[in-house]
Each structure stands twice: as C-alpha cells, then as structure tokens.
C-alpha cells in the first residue's frame, strides 16, 4: 500500500519568511510524529498527534514553530519567519498506535537562505 | 542517550550474510528492541522489533540473546542497496521514551560488490 508522503521535496526560502511543510500519513494510522534531522545528525522529536490532538508538543524548538493535523489525516508543520538554523531535513512519520512501529516519510529538506 | 552500543561501521560482501551487533546492557524488561536503517538522503525505515523471542521477517532476523543485554540483526543475503546506516534501539512500552524515537550513531554497513 502507499506509503507515508510528504511534500514538497525540497524547500529552499528567504530568511523570514514563513514555510509549510505537508506530510499525508498512511490511511488508517492514528498516530503521526514529526522529527528534524540536521546534517550528519540524529532524530530530533518535534510533535506527536494522536488523532487531531498533539499530547506532545515539547520538541518544538520555539513559538515559530506550529504543526496541525485534521481529519486524522494530512498534518502540516509551519515555520514562521524562518532562520538560517532551521535549515534541515524534516521528516514525517505514521503509525497505527504509539506503541507500534513508525513508518517514516521521505523528508522535505528545508534549505533557508 | 547511551542505552545501546554499535559498532561504527562494517563492511559485507554481496550475497553474505550481514549480522550487525548491538549491546544494551542496561534494558529494562519492558523495553523492545527496535531495528531501523536510513538509507543515504531517505527517511527512515523499519526494519524488526522484539522483546525476548527471536524474530524474523520478509527483511532480516533479529536474535536477542537470553540475558536481552545484546542483540544481533541478520541480514541474510545483503544487496548494494542494504548499504545505509543502521540503528539499533531500546524502547520502552510507555512514556514518552516509547514514541520519541532516539538514534545514535548507528552502523554504517557497506556492502561490497
């Protein structure tokens, strides 16, 4: 079946503007994550839904940061006024449960210049 | 977080057998053993779990040895594109810890043509 999808692909924006990054998880899943992975670096959690809540917001670097999911499906991460240092890969990820395994997007690279 | 230990990288032969070894001497009994790799530029990806009992899939085994303080994933036949960066990680069944996920360094296995 079809996979966790993210887009766009890549990014690449002006520092200060604001960005969107869409992840579409797979059907059925309730659960979805979102993580940043700098360069050569490991996950870093940002945000858990369950359903359309975010029990876990504690991973989001700062107040430009926001994520949202609705119909317990598409969520979307924004980024305002976007720096230099949010420059990153970010990945998406779906599972049917927080306990199960998690199933990762292919990642929208975020490049702010 | 320092809850497993891999060795940095290995090389395999095409067609061989991969056994990648991971210490986790301090697991509690409620935590998994957990298996992803991340292909270079792509998102993770799931590739075993389990607690106690030796498991195995479409993908490769995981072997827990009895005292569950190390493990070894075995890839049976490894392919050029089995070459990716592999995680081993221990997580609990609750808690934030259970959907967080953290890496490590990981193991870069290289398999040679």
């Known amino acids: 079946g079809a996979g966790v999808s993210q887009s766009p692909s890549n990014k690449v924006t002006e520092k200060g503007k604001d960005v969107e990054l869409r992840c579409d998880p797979i059907?059925?899943?309730?659960?979805l994550y979102w993580y940043r992975q700098r360069l050569g670096q490991g996950l870093e959690f940002l945000i858990y839904?369950?359903?359309?809540?975010?029990?876990?917001k504690s991973g989001l670097p700062s107040d430009r940061f926001s994520a949202e999911r609705t119909g317990e499906s598409v969520s979307t991460l924004t980024i305002q006024r976007t720096q230099q240092e949010d420059s990153a890969v970010y990945l998406c990820a779906s599972s049917p449960d927080r306990r199960n395994e998690q199933y990762f997007g292919p990642g929208t690279r975020l490049t702010v210049t | 977080d320092a809850k497993t230990t891999q060795p940095p990288s290995m090389d395999c032969a095409e067609g061989r057998a991969a056994n990648l070894p991971c210490n986790h001497s301090?697991?509690?009994?409620?935590?998994?053993v957990y298996w992803y790799r991340q292909i270079h530029s792509q998102g993770p990806q799931y590739i075993i779990h389990g607690l106690k009992n030796n498991e195995t899939n479409e993908m490769a085994s995981l072997i827990i040895t009895e005292d569950r303080k190390s493990s070894t994933l075995i890839l049976p036949h490894a392919t050029l594109r089995d070459t990716a960066v592999y995680y081993c990680?221990?997580?609990?069944?609750?808690?934030?810890?259970?959907?967080?996920?953290?890496f490590g360094k990981g193991t870069k296995l290289s398999v040679i043509p």
């Open positions: 990680i221990v997580r609990p069944q609750s808690g934030a810890g259970s959907y967080q996920l953290t």
């Open positions: 839904f369950q359903g359309n809540s975010a029990p876990d």
């Open positions: 059907s059925g899943h309730t659960a």
């Open positions: 301090t697991i509690s009994g409620n935590e998994y």
